[in-house]
């Protein structure tokens, strides 16, 4: 349901494509089965990827990255500059999970898609994603 969900909304909005990093939200998915939808995403598109949750008031997520990507030092980065943004997060380099309102989404997506990632991605050796992007994982 979460991929399909995702696949026609993409179908729908193909410029979503066009962001170094992707964020997909909807409403009701199930909390378990983000994540394996954001390692699907993942292997897809070979970008950084967010898939959240959201139930009425709050959002639960999870991403997957690539290792030419730390995904827990983008969250800093995120939370460094918009602390009240996210509720919690937590994980590593290549996987993470988070909360924040449902409200926050867009704001998150601004700064996961445009923002304070794009300058870790900036930062990243572009050989590294090169070879990711063409090679798979290095």
């Not at 349901?1 to 494509?17: C, F, G, K, M, N």
């Not at 199930?30 to 598109?45: C, D, K, P, S, Y």
């Amino acid at each position: 349901l979460v991929l399909s969900e995702i696949e026609q909304r993409l179908a729908d909005e193909p410029a979503l494509l066009q962001q170094p990093a992707l964020v997909f939200e909807g409403e009701g998915w199930h909390r378990g089965v983000v994540g394996i939808a954001a390692g699907r995403l993942l292997e897809r598109f070979h970008r950084p990827v967010l898939v959240i949750s959201c139930n009425g008031l709050e959002a639960h997520g999870s991403g997957r990255s690539m290792p030419a990507f730390h995904l827990l030092e983008a969250l800093d980065a995120i939370h460094a500059e918009e602390p009240e943004l996210l509720q919690l997060y937590g994980g590593h380099a290549a996987a993470a999970g988070l909360a924040l309102r449902s409200r926050d989404i867009p704001e998150l997506r601004w700064a996961w898609g445009y923002g304070y990632v794009w300058a870790v991605i900036a930062a990243t050796t572009l050989v590294q994603l090169w070879f990711f992007r063409r090679k798979r994982w290095i």
